[in-house]
Each structure stands twice: as C-alpha cells, then as structure tokens.
C-alpha cells in the first residue's frame, strides 16, 4: 500500500468533495480516500504500481485538475 497526496482545484462545495470522492474511488487499486475541501487535497491509499496517471485523469475528466503534491 502506498499513499499519494493530491492538489486539487476547482473544489467549491460539499458536493464536489463527493464528485471527487466517488471518482478517485473509482480508480483501480485506490483502497481508502480522504478529501479536505479546505485545503483543496486529497490523501489517497492503495497500490499504485501502475503510477499515478489514473488518479490525475478521472479528475481531471470531472473538472477538477490535480497534481500530485512531492
């Protein structure tokens, strides 16, 4: 398991934090996933092995861009 923290734009609202939730859970090999509107991020758990691509492009699909936080 590893853990990927995630910049996140674009978030407003409650229901956004939702949209992203659902969406990153989404992803192949994401096991848990804690998003802070406040700070627009987002802690994701799982087996990145395949990188983190997937992560970047479902968010980037619901209108919500990212990048991984180093």
Known sequence: METINLS???MTCGNCVK???KALKGVAGVTG???DLAAGAARVVGDFSKGTAALLDVLNEEGYPA????
């Open 33 to 35: 996933v804690e998003v």
């Open 67 to 70: 990048q991984v936080k180093k």
């Open 8 to 10: 996140i734009t674009g």
């Open 19 to 21: 949209h992203v939730e």
